[in-house]
């Protein structure tokens, strides 16, 4: 049995279904971390990182990191940086060797966070030459401010029976359609996408320190 607070069965199926009960709204970080006016609700943040560390391998592969605590942080820096994040299961069909591939949705709101963290390129005053440049990314950005994207997900997990836990785990997501329903341009897309702070796994990168 798996145990991280309450008893759960210990099987891939379930495994995956809790996954995406316990961070439907994302990482629910402590109330210093989000600046809300609210409680913060300790105890299912607790739930969800006992969860991890119950279900999955400490060095659990996840695209080109790996380990529970980076993947904490990526959904730290997603539930942060965006607003509104909500994450639903759509289905899922086992694989061969021990895999289960579930299909998904992740929505969020493009909030002043998502530009500082991970569009901060948008925000950049350009002067002389670059003038140019700078007003064509302020009108990116206010058209991109405030608005609601809606990407489907693909999660691959990779399950090990002797261990009884997740030892793989990798998501796709497409963020590209989204965008062009926000621009209907590519080449827009593309001046949106090309200095993000953001891998071709999507997942969120440190800002440089000359940033800060």
Request: one cysteine or more; hydrophobic letters at 40%.
């Amino acid at each position: 049995m798996l145990c991280y607070g309450v008893q759960t069965k210990n099987n891939i199926w379930h495994v995956v279904v809790e996954y995406f009960h316990l961070f439907r709204y994302g990482y629910l970080a402590p109330m210093s971390e989000l600046n809300l006016a609210t409680s913060s609700p300790n105890a299912n943040l607790r739930d969800q990182e006992w969860f991890l560390r119950a279900a999955m391998l400490p060095d659990v592969a996840i695209g080109e990191l790996s380990g529970v605590d980076a993947l904490i942080e990526q959904w730290r820096r997603y539930s942060i940086y965006f607003g509104r994040l909500h994450f639903q299961l759509k289905g899922m069909e086992e694989q061969p060797f021990g895999a289960l591939v579930a299909t998904a949705s992740l929505s969020f709101t493009i909030t002043e966070p998502s530009l500082r963290r991970v569009f901060p390129h948008l925000l950049a005053v350009s002067s002389g030459e670059n003038a140019g440049v700078g007003t064509e990314h302020g009108m990116l950005r206010t058209r991109l401010l405030g608005r609601r994207l809606y990407c489907q997900c693909s999660v691959r997990f990779l399950w090990d029976d002797s261990t009884g836990r997740v030892t793989q785990l990798n998501c796709t997501m497409d963020l590209l359609t989204p965008l062009l329903r926000v621009f209907g341009s590519l080449e827009d897309v593309s001046r949106v996408l090309e200095k993000a702070l953001m891998t071709p796994s999507n997942f969120i990168s440190d800002l440089p320190t000359n940033a800060e």
